[in-house]
């Protein structure tokens, strides 16, 4: 167990939906980054936030969100849902913005029929 | 368990034996390497991370090789066992202020007892 919760663990949605994918670091980590795993595409780095500021971008599209919040847990928001989101998503945390040892979470599954 | 891609390139060892898990990289600039391990079903746990000023790293039965003139990555698990089966990833890191991570394609390691 690597300390960092994400919840739903399975989410089972439609097209042009949206749904909040929902991440907690590990204790006194500051730093939470976000992951999409599909079969085509691998593991695709997507944003990160350290203490509250987003801190580095990677191939997030413009129809998802991310904040974190002062208690550190963070949120990612898809919007405008289509079948190609439908992947793992993982939340990962660190103790630093640049701290190359990452704890990942169990993943959420997103399914969008 | 779940699948993490249908179409990897897999790697079939006998228990005991030495392993080597062969990873290419693409940018020059980057900071850090870094090694995963990931488990039907979890989320992609680290192993070991190797600066890019270095060429090679031991842990505990893992050991990284970095050649930088063929921008080429290695990872050598000593005296296999069976719980070693998983999916390998390499990654290469990116200090943008924050951390931005880029996964390899991921190589399934069998174990054969």
């Known amino acids: 167990d690597s300390g960092v919760t994400q919840t739903p663990k399975h989410l089972i949605t439609a097209t042009g939906q949206r749904v909040t994918l929902r991440c907690s670091p590990r204790?006194?980590?500051?730093?939470v980054y976000w992951y999409q795993q599909s079969l085509d595409q691998g593991l695709q780095f997507l944003i990160q936030?350290?203490?509250?500021?987003?801190?580095a971008k990677g191939n997030i599209l413009e129809r998802f969100s991310a904040q974190q919040f002062p208690d550190l847990h963070s949120e990612l928001n898809l919007s405008s849902l289509e079948l190609g989101d439908s992947a793992l998503y993982f939340c990962?945390?660190?103790?630093?913005?640049?701290?190359?040892?990452?704890?990942f979470g169990p993943g959420t599954r997103l399914t969008v029929l | 368990g779940e699948s993490v891609g249908l179409h990897l390139p897999t790697l079939s060892v006998q228990e005991g034996d030495n392993s080597i898990i062969n990873c290419a990289y693409s940018?020059?600039?980057?900071?850090?390497f870094i090694w995963y391990k990931q488990e039907s079903g979890k989320g992609p746990q680290f192993i070991i991370d190797?600066?890019?000023?270095?060429d090679k790293r031991q842990g505990q039965r893992v050991t990284v090789l970095l050649n930088k003139t063929v921008k080429h990555l290695s990872l050598q698990i000593a005296a296999t066992q069976p719980g070693d089966s998983a999916v390998y990833f390499c990654?290469?890191?990116?200090?943008?202020?924050?951390?931005?991570?880029?996964f390899g394609a991921g190589t399934r390691l069998f174990v054969k007892a």
């Open positions: 204790s006194g980590d500051l730093s």
């Open positions: 190797i600066r890019s000023n270095m």
């Open positions: 936030y350290y203490n509250g500021e987003e801190r």
């Open positions: 990962a945390s660190s103790v630093s913005r640049g701290s190359v040892t990452q704890y």
């Open positions: 990654a290469e890191t990116l200090n943008t202020g924050g951390f931005k991570t880029i």
């Open positions: 940018n020059s600039a980057s900071d850090y």
